[in-house]
């Protein structure tokens, strides 16, 4: 890597600099903390948990629910659902625990089965998020799910039952 000068860089880099401060400025912090984790067999993200999140406050106020999880190959983050209260609506709450995951994690954003009024929420979050290079995905289809899985099916532990039928046949 070179330490070269590179004029587009160092301009295209200070403007990506001056959108995540403003981003950042315009955002209401939230913090996600940890309700519940959920791993069984017939999860979505098996072996990896699903996570349930309290949106809240930087003073502790609980102002939404969150439900995500990354997947076995920790590529992707999905999520299937952020409610924020009704009188919290329209001022940047959504986008912000967006922001917050993309932040802490990372990962190409996968929203699951949008619906309704959420089309527009995640439009937008999909465009301010690109602009200071968060990435996300586009809408996961239900019947898109299996062939996702497929993705992480060589992780995903046999149960013991089947491993027992399968050495069984291969003896006989």
Known sequence: MSDEFDPLVDFYGRRRLLRLRALTARLPAVQLETLYTNQTHRDYLYPNPKFLAAVQTVDGQ????????????????????IEIQREY?????G??????????HGLLIM????????LDFWRQAREILRSVGGTIGEDLRFNQM???????????PEPEHLR???EYEASH
Not at 89 to 93: A, D, P, V
Not at 95 to 104: E, G, N, R, Y
Not at 146 to 156: G, P, Q, S
């Open 146 to 156: 299996e062939e996702e899985k497929a993705r992480w099916a060589h992780l995903v």
């Open 111 to 118: 929203p699951n089965h949008i619906t309704g009024t959420a």
């Open 62 to 81: 609980q102002i939404g629910i969150l439900s995500y999880g990354i997947n076995p190959l920790n590529d992707r983050l999905y999520v299937f659902q």
């Open 89 to 93: 609506r329209r001022q940047g709450y």
């Open 164 to 166: 027992l039928i399968r």
């Open 95 to 104: 986008l912000a625990v967006l922001w917050t995951l993309s932040q802490q």
